[in-house]
């Protein structure tokens, strides 16, 4: 069972980009199993943490490994990414030459109030992962419009429009990343 790593790029406990990424997750197709990757205890990266590596840091690279890929879902602050995530990021690709990501199929999405609001934050992110060597998924890009009314209390997606919006990108991914899967599996 292909195992997705899915990573929220706001640190906030009612981000809106953590509901939506729930609730993507539910639409994942039978047979892929989905976990939660949590960065909030990485220190601020600093090289010279590097000789006295943090546990953190193993725990974080060792989740990203441990997955057969990742979806990211990520706010933008400030035109680009959150600067938390950033940091993780960069927790990634250290030590030099053992960067978590290489390899590592990933699909990025984000939710935000208005119909765009993280276009420039997913493109900023699909670049460090060009650097990264992550095979990314090119399409369908996905601006999700975030719609509180679109909601239950239990965090199921009320609304066919968003539901749509979200299987369909959840099925996307979940391809996207089962064929690196079965391709590395056949090599």
Do not use: C
Not at 127 to 134: D, Q, R
Request: proline share 5%.
């Amino acid at each position: 069972m292909p195992r997705i790593g899915i990573i929220v790029g706001s640190t906030a406990s009612a981000s809106i980009n953590l509901k939506v990424a729930k609730a993507m997750a539910t639409y994942l197709p039978e047979g892929f199993e989905a976990e939660f990757l949590d960065f909030s205890a990485l220190p601020f990266f600093n090289y010279e943490l590097e000789s006295e590596w943090p546990a953190e840091a193993t725990a974080w690279k060792n989740a990203i490994e441990g997955v057969d890929g990742i979806i990211i879902v990520t706010p933008e602050y400030s035109r680009s990414i959150p600067g938390a995530l950033k940091n993780a990021l960069d927790w990634s690709a250290r030590p030099w030459g053992q960067a978590s990501f290489n390899g590592k199929p990933t699909a990025v999405m984000g939710a935000s109030i208005s119909a765009a609001g993280t276009a420039m934050a997913q493109q900023h992110l699909r670049n460090i992962l060009a650097h990264f060597n992550a095979p990314t998924m090119g399409q369908p890009e996905t601006f999700f419009q975030y719609n509180a009314d679109a909601f239950g209390a239990d965090g199921s997606v009320q609304n066919e429009g968003s539901a749509a919006v979200l299987r369909g990108f959840a099925e996307a991914a979940a391809a996207f990343i089962g064929s690196h899967v079965t391709e590395h599996a056949s090599a």
